[in-house]
């Protein structure tokens, strides 16, 4: 199932680069892809090694570069995607450093390597099969004093469906909360970015984490979590109905009950 999603990352990702929504025209920047509590929590990273996993295009990792990181460094396991990465990050003139490697095998790909800060998150740990594994990896990536910061989306908004029918606005629980199914299988030419429909491996394995098995995955690795955070605000819109937030990113309309729709959480490694 891992390699399945591999295959369906590498067909998507000349999509991603063609769409609108990331902006790679220079329309979108990398700090669009963060809300302002993101730096709050991360603190100063001047002069702190700093690991994406999951990093996809690149987009949010660039930022970290720019804001003074000693080296950054973008993991992901799509082989299309990472020279999509490389190739942006060299025009912009971006000291930044890709790896291709399953979050599996990160340790090893990274030769060993620890950092001060490791960043993942919006739309990573579903397609992770087993959190207890991802947390102790992690934590084998970290140096001792370094910090995860985990910013995803809350399994609430994973929970939520459009009403069926000709209105579409309102919104109902109609997907499971927690894990207990086992993966769920996805075959689409589809993805959440605008474009043409994806050309070959459509088919992809996603799983459910709810907050407390995310928690108690860093807990069961040795991290210490200093920080949980949830906000209705999201970097793009989900639903049709969702209206534009002060910051840019979108948010249910007043008429809607406030749900969390993202969530956060920093961990420290002792």
């Not at 995607?81 to 990160?106: I, Q």
């Not at 209105?167 to 030419?189: F, K, M, V």
């Not at 749900?259 to 956060?264: G, T």
Request: glycine share 10%; with cysteine.
């Amino acid at each position: 199932m891992v390699r399945a999603n591999e295959a369906n990352w590498d067909a998507r990702t000349p999509v991603h680069v063609a769409s609108e929504f990331y902006g790679l025209d220079g329309s979108r920047t990398a700090e669009d892809w963060f809300a302002p509590f993101e730096w709050t929590d991360l603190g100063d990273l001047v002069g702190r090694d700093v690991l994406h996993l999951q990093c996809h295009l690149g987009t949010e990792t660039a930022a970290f570069a720019e804001r003074g990181a000693a080296h950054t460094v973008g993991l992901d396991i799509s082989t299309a995607a990472v020279a999509e990465a490389r190739r942006l990050a060299a025009e912009a003139g971006r000291d930044v450093e890709f790896v291709r490697s399953d979050v599996h095998r990160a340790v090893e790909a990274l030769g060993g390597r620890r950092f001060d800060v490791i960043y993942t998150g919006k739309g990573a740990l579903c397609y992770l099969p087993d959190l207890t594994v991802w947390a102790g990896i992690v934590s084998a990536l970290l140096r001792p004093g370094g910090t995860l910061y985990l910013v995803e989306f809350h399994p609430l908004l994973d929970a939520l469906g459009p009403t069926p029918g000709p209105d579409r606005r309102q919104l109902l629980l109609r997907y499971d909360y927690l894990a207990g199914r086992g993966p769920l299988r996805s075959d689409t030419p589809d993805t959440y970015t605008d474009g043409p429909p994806v050309q070959g491996a459509t088919t992809s394995y996603e799983w459910r984490h709810g907050i407390g098995e995310v928690v108690s995955a860093m807990v069961g690795a040795g991290l210490t979590v200093q920080l949980v955070r949830e906000t209705e605000l999201l970097p793009w819109k989900r639903f049709e109905s969702m209206v534009p937030s002060d910051n840019g990113w979108w948010r249910l309309p007043p008429s809607e009950p406030i749900i969390p729709l993202l969530y956060a959480v920093r961990a420290v490694k002792g």
